[in-house]
């Protein structure tokens, strides 16, 4: 199957940051892999949107607070800025998340004006990207399915943590299951241009 770029799709990149690769607090072991597809998609897509874990310092998802990971994404430091890798010459708009103390902030759209923007620029179908499959890239994509946008998820384009082996291939089958697609960055085609 493959997918031709539409003035009425959007392309979200989640959590290309310092952080989610190798190296970084949360280091995503394959994260590297998402560059080459990224930087190639991006520019074909007329709307794209990056999204930024964004927390305060004394997150709750933080182990010294109880939570699961180690300290990552702290608003405004390095391990929260984007990646140089990701050429942001074609992002449109930046949306952060997992800013309040409370809530994990997962999804792009949990607390954040992702969903209103989409809507406001006649958007119908999402293409998701980026880190982690099994985390953020995940939560996002249902989130977008579950409030009416189509949703792809673009497998080769998005890396995951897998904390247990196979947390990747289990993410995948429950997009599949909420009836989001997953395909490959190879089978999007075409080019929107501006
Ligand atoms: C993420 C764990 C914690 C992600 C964010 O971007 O997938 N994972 N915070
Ligand atoms: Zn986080």
């Known amino acids: 199957m493959t997918y031709e770029i539409r003035p009425d799709d959007a392309l979200v990149v989640v959590d290309v940051q310092h ?12 994260g590297e892999r998402i560059f080459e597809p990224i930087d190639d998609l991006a520019p074909r897509f007329g709307r794209v949107y ?5 927390h305060p310092a004394d997150h709750s998802s933080f182990a010294q607070h109880g939570g699961p ?8 430091t390095h391990g929260a800025a984007f990646d140089p890798r990701l050429d ?4 449109d708009v930046v949306v952060d998340k997992g800013v309040d103390r409370d809530t994990d902030g997962y999804s792009g759209f949990a607390a ?7 809507r406001e620029h006649n958007v119908r179908r999402v293409f998701v990207c980026g880190l982690a499959t099994d985390y953020c890239v995940k939560a996002t994509a ?3 399915q579950a409030a009416g946008f189509e949703a792809v998820v673009l497998e ?8 247990e082996p196979g ?15 997953v395909a490959r960055s190879g089978d999007v085609v075409g080019n929107v241009s501006r």
Request: proline share 3%; charged share 20%.
């Open 19 to 30: 952080d989610f690769l190798p190296g970084g607090a949360l280091g995503v072991a394959e």
């Open 50 to 54: 990056a999204t930024r874990d964004w």
């Open 69 to 76: 990971w180690p300290v990552h994404c702290v608003a405004n």
């Open 88 to 91: 942001l010459a074609h992002v």
């Open 112 to 118: 954040t004006s992702l969903a209103a923007d989409l």
């Open 142 to 144: 249902l989130d977008a």
């Open 156 to 163: 080769d384009a998005a890396a995951a943590v897998n904390v």
């Open 167 to 181: 947390d990747e291939e289990r993410a995948l089958a429950q997009l599949r299951q909420a009836g989001v697609a």
